[in-house]
Structure formats: structure tokens, C-alpha cells
């Protein structure tokens, strides 16, 4: 492609990354709603718990069926709330807006009161008629936080609220309110920090839990044109409006007493005592029901999350500039890919590398961090980018093969030079000589399993063990050469290069050992044989590329470091061993791994003996095995065989140290 093309090329996809950012910037719909719904798949990767300390006290079916069609009788209501006061703090999510006889309001009052620790619930909306007395108003205002910055808070503003009667309203601690907004696409996803209503600001009802049970106040700090909430000096990121993205669990994780059992005289009251308790309705027919990214659920579970986000500090950050990198970093890769990466083959292979890579990355650093990476805009950047790149190639194309063909049609043949054009990798037959570490592991017994179980178990056997060892391997930045039989064959360092490579594949062993475990439970399951394997690794230069004709060829190691490591692996069956590996691999390795010296090995073809090592699970029992083993083995260097078969037995007997016995038969 000619410089002015490349230039057109690049000018456009600036023009496009600017459509993206714009998009990103102003939440443009549908983007936007596609944009949320496509990021909710991170809740599906919380592996967090809520805070043991916060409790939902659900108004449920049981309860229902129990006490009646909700709302019930105050004065009923009243008698049933006097276990609550064992709580640290009692938000009611509910509003008694309506008197109704004077005796059972008054008697819910003073139940209230009597908690001396309730919160109560209020609701702000736009179109209410109600219109309060000045005291109404002055019981209201003690909830409120100080009259900051209201003509340019961020918070959403509210014309009228719909408040608990005086009697209990006056009763509670704090007053907070319920309310809350949904997204584009009618889910809530966000809580609210507070609302603006009356030129003060009113903190939702998570917020005075919070304020009441850890005796602290809110701040908003205002800089430049952003807002910081600070609160029991932690910051709370929200967003233009002054919601905080809640950062949901798994629904089975929350915890919910049924109202009906706390009412009962012998309620166990540790359920409760000093705990943050919510007190709200779940029962569908009642209506306080809230679509969410994890389904509908009660509404009082939006508090619920919040409280316990904040009091365990996983609450849901934002960093805007880093977000705008990403965006533009990917939107450019697809760009530098397709000057860097000839082959169309290896681009897709790549472009869908990254697209896994953002996926994962948004999600780790979700999981780990907390910190909140729209993705969809990232990948929507990189993909139109990519798209925009490989239709302009593809356009371009034909001029280049033009070019092709008049630079080169003296030295090619037509259909060779044809085959260059469309599948130029075709000619790439060959290798490099490079460092690589090779991994062998191989099922024990595998013939006599062979022999024991019907065609088909052998082959559901391979599949279980096949898979997740695999698995690993990719994941330890190895690379699967091949399957031989019941062996796995793979080799670190290449294609690409692969920091500390021995490490990598000594890990892979270890947790091939620990994934072992999961796979025998799987067979015992289904009445299959369980298995046992032995890994063997080695560190040398060999030959590595494609490999094989010119009709067909695989990309695969060969070299006599290649046959070392597959030797290595017949020691495990030996030494009765699961991992050995060579002393090439050991000089690697740092000092995190328990390793013991095994032996002088003969290796067929070398005319040295090799030193080999037991790489063992770092367990209690296994490094006193070590420390036994080496001990004796020491005494056999000096020559004190008597002194070292002694130790050997004892190691032998103490911890049934199998090698131990080897040793013993072969030398001693």
C-alpha cells in the first residue's frame, strides 16, 4: 500500500474513533443500552460475598400468608417489631404516608421509638399534592446534609416527597430516602447517594445506615467541574447524577429472614443482634419488585448491596482517562496490525486474540479491583476500526497483487505466484534453533486401563483428563505439540517468546497434579477407573517451526532435548515420582518451589549421567519427605551406605516415601 493511501487509510480511522469517543462521551442510544446490557456479564464473575453484618428482613409470602395481605394494622404491626431493637440499625423501606386511627399510629410510633434505632423510608417524586406544616418540614430537615453547592449538584432534584406521618416520622433517627432510578433500558444497575428536594440534600436511606451505625458524615468536595464524595474517608465514585453503580453478588448470596420468624417469641436473636437490618417487602403481589441485571429482585436488596459494598470497600470505581485510552489504544491496533501482520490467517487469529484479551482484562480488573471498564465501546472501537481496515485492505488488494505480479512474474510461475498472493505462508516450511522447554506426561498403566475398561470408557476416560490438562497448559503460556496415545506433549518458549518458560511449565505440572484430583472425583462418579500420571520436563536448545512436507506440515519441536525430557518422563515410573525434571530446567528455578535431588540418571545416547529433581507439592508433610530424603542421599555421596540406608528406611516408614524404597533396592 502506497503512502497516500496509507495516509487516506489513516485519516478515516481517526474520523471514526472520533464517531466512537463521541458515542462513549454523550451515551448516544441504542449504543448506550446495548452498552450496559453487554457489560452485565461481569456480574456473573463476582466471586464476593455480602458483609455478614447486613441483614434483609423480608416481608414475604410466609409472612403474607401468615399475617395477612399487606399493609397490616399499625398496632398489629407495632407488637411485632420488638426484636429488631437487638439490631445495630433498622432501615424500614416502606413509608407510612396515611394516618389511619390515632391509637395505632401512636403505637407504631413508639414501637419506633423504643428501637432507637430505626430509619425510616421517605419517597421523592414530582407530582404529589401532599402539602406539609412547617414542623413536617422542620422534622424533615434534621435528616438532611448542610446546604452545599444545591444550584450545581449533580444530584437529581425532586418537587415534593412523600413522607411518613409526623407521629413516626419525628420517631425515627434519621429519615432517607427509597427512591431510585433506573437506566436506559428500565434495569437498575445504580444507587443514589442522595436527591436534591427543598434547596437541601436529602442522603438515600443506605446512606443514613451508614451515617448512624458508623457515627461519621458525609462530604462533597467540588473540583473543577467534578464532585468527590467523601464518607468515613473513603471515596464514593459516582457518576453525573450522583448514583454509584452497584456492584450486585451472586442472588443466592444474600441473606433474607422471613418477617414471620422474627415476629416468633423464640426467635434466635444472634440472627440479628448488632447487625444492620432492612426491613422491606419481597413479596411479588406487594409490587416493590426491581428489574436487574441478575433478574427481579426485591427492592430492598438495592440498599441491601450498596451498605454492604461500601462497609467491605468494593464499591464500584470509575477512572474516565484510562477508559478514553483504551478506547483509542485499541481502536489503533487494528491499524498497526494490518502493516505489521501480512498473513490474513494469523490477523484472525489475532484480531479475535484481542477481542478475548479486552473481555478478560475488563473483567479481571472488574474482579480484582473493582474498577468498572466499559468494554462494549472498546471492542465497538476495535472493531469498526478493524472492520474499516480489512475492507480498505481488501480494496487495495488487487493493486498490490498487480504490483506482485509485475515485480516478481519473471522469477515465479503464474499459479505459484497466484498461491504467494492469496496464501503467501504456504512457502514457510522450516524452523529456528531456539531455547525451549519441553513437557511430557504420560497416564500410568495406561495399557493395563486399556485392557480393564470397554472402548468407549477408554475414550470418555482420555476426554476427561485431556481436557482440563490441556487447558492448563494454554494457560501457562505453553504451547500443545501433540497428543501421543494417553501423553501430552508440550513445549514453552515458542512460537513467542515466553519469559522464565521452565517456571511455566514446572507450574503447569504442579497444577496438573492439583487438577488430577477433580478429575479422579469425575470417574469415580461415573464408576470409571481413576488415574495417575507422571510428568517429565527439560530445558535445551532445539529445532522449532513448521515442520513436515511440503503437502503437510506441523508446527513442532525436534532435537535431542526433545528426547531427554520424553526419557525423564519413564524416570517418574522409576523413582515412583510424578514430576522429575532435568538439572537444565532446575537452574531456572528460584527458591518458591520445593524441589529434591533425586539422582544420576542414565539417559540412552548420552554417555554422562543426568541429574534429576522431584518437583513436589509444597505441602507440610512433603517438605519433611525433602529434608528426610536429602539427608540420606547426602550420607550416600559421602559413602556412609550404612548411615544412608538407615535414613532411607526411616523415610521409607515415617512418611512412605516410595522413592525412598527405589533407592534403597537400586543402590543399597
Known sequence: MNYSKNSIRI??????????????????EPFHHFSLQFNDIKYAFNDKKPNENVVFVAIDEKSVTQFGRWPWDRESLAHKLENLKHAKAVAFDMVFSEPTKLQKDISLANSIEDLDNAICGMFLRNDS???????????LKESALNRIFVEKLPFMQFKSAEVNIMD???????????????????????YPVGFLYNSYVYPSLGIQLLRYTLNKDITIEQKKEDYTVLFNEKNIDIDSTGFVKLNYYHLKEYKAISFQELAKDDFDISRIKDKIVILGISE??????????????????????????????????YNYNLELALIIFFSIIPIVLSNIVKTLNYRIIVYAGIIVFIMVFSIYVY???????????????????????????????DLEAKFIKGAFSNYLSNKLLDDVILNPEKLKLGGEKKEVTILFSDIR???????????????????LYFTPMTKIVLKQSGTLDKY????????????????????????????????????NKKLRTLKLPEIDFGVGINTGDAIVGNIGSEERFDYSVVGDSVNVASRIEGMCKIYKAHIIISEYTKKALDDSYLIREIDFAPIRGKKENLKIFEVMQDTPDNNKIKSSYEEALEYF???????????????????????????IEKYL
Not at 399534592?129 to 422534622?139: C, H, L, M, V
Not at 427512591?179 to 445504580?190: E, H, Q
Not at 519469559?499 to 484430583?517: F, S, Y
Open 367 to 397: 474482579r480484582e479491583f473493582n474498577l468498572w471498564l466499559d468494554m462494549f465501546y472498546i471492542i465497538l472501537g476495535y472493531t469498526c476500526l478493524l472492520i474499516f481496515n480489512g475492507v480498505f485492505i481488501f480494496k487495495t488488494k
Open 129 to 139: 399534592t401532599k402539602i406539609f406544616t412547617q414542623e413536617s418540614e422542620d422534622i
Open 445 to 463: 498403566g495406561f495399557t493395563n486401563l486399556s485392557e480393564q475398561v470397554s472402548s468407549e470408557d477408554l475414550i470418555k476416560i482420555l476426554g
Open 637 to 663: 555421596r559421602k559413602g556412609d551406605k550404612e548411615k544412608a540406608k538407615k535414613l532411607f528406611e526411616i523415610c521409607l516408614e515415617k512418611y512412605k516415601d516410595e522413592t525412598s524404597q527405589v533407592f
Open 284 to 317: 411479588a403481589g406487594i409490587s416493590d419488585i426491581r428489574a436487574t441485571p441478575l433478574g427481579q429482585i426485591p427492592g430492598p436488596l438495592l440498599h441491601y448491596t450498596f451498605i454492604s459494598n461500601f462497609l467491605d470497600d468494593i464499591l464500584i470505581t
Open 168 to 190: 413516626i416520622s419525628s420517631r425515627c433517627v434519621f429519615n432517607g430516602v427509597f427512591s431510585t432510578v433506573s437506566d436506559s433500558d428500565s434495569l437498575f444497575r445504580r
Open 484 to 519: 501421543i496415545g494417553d501423553a501430552i506433549m508440550a513445549f514453552y518458549n515458542a512460537p513467542i517468546d515466553v519469559p522464565k518458560h521452565q517456571q511455566c511449565a514446572v507450574d503447569t505440572a504442579l497444577k496438573m497434579m492439583n487438577e488430577l484430583t477433580n478429575v
Open 11 to 28: 485519516i478515516l480511522s481517526a474520523f471514526l474513533i472520533g464517531i466512537i469517543l463521541l458515542l462513549w462521551q454523550y451515551k448516544v
